[in-house]
């Protein structure tokens, strides 16, 4: 049973863009605030963005701001993130969060995971 469905990942040139998306269904879909984490091999995953649903508030990852922007349609369930400038540091796989609360910077704070997308960035 897929609970959070990704989509948009893939190759592409350093210097070049990417669009995320992520569906959620009615059960995984979270009131509070959705976002992405990123796992490169070796390494723990870590938090990228996520958009907190009341007032519209964006959060993102130092490591990103200013290159990466999360959106999202609460009627459709639906979160997106243009990422643009990418750096082969950027690799890694995506994976779509649906928060049950806490901070949007931990992954103690998610209530479901997506399945993961690989962004693969060559330089």
């Known amino acids: 049973q897929v609970l959070l469905v990704e989509s948009g990942g893939g190759l592409v040139q350093a210097g070049g863009s990417l669009r995320l998306s992520c569906v959620a269904s009615?059960?995984?879909?979270?009131?509070?605030?959705m976002g992405w984490f990123r796992q490169a091999p070796g390494k723990e995953r870590e938090f990228v963005a996520a958009?907190?649903?009341?007032?519209?508030?964006?959060v993102y990852a130092d490591s990103v701001k200013g290159r990466f922007t999360i959106s999202g349609d609460n009627a459709k369930k639906t979160v997106y993130v243009q990422m643009n400038s990418l750096k082969p540091g950027d690799t890694a796989v995506y994976y779509c969060?649906?928060?049950?609360?806490?901070?949007?910077?931990?992954?103690?704070?998610?209530?479901?995971w997506g399945q993961g997308t690989q962004v693969t960035v060559s330089s």
């Open positions: 969060a649906s928060y049950r609360g806490g901070s949007v910077g931990s992954t103690y704070s998610v209530g479901y």
């Open positions: 009615a059960r995984t879909f979270s009131n509070y605030a």
């Open positions: 958009i907190i649903w009341s007032g519209g508030t964006t």
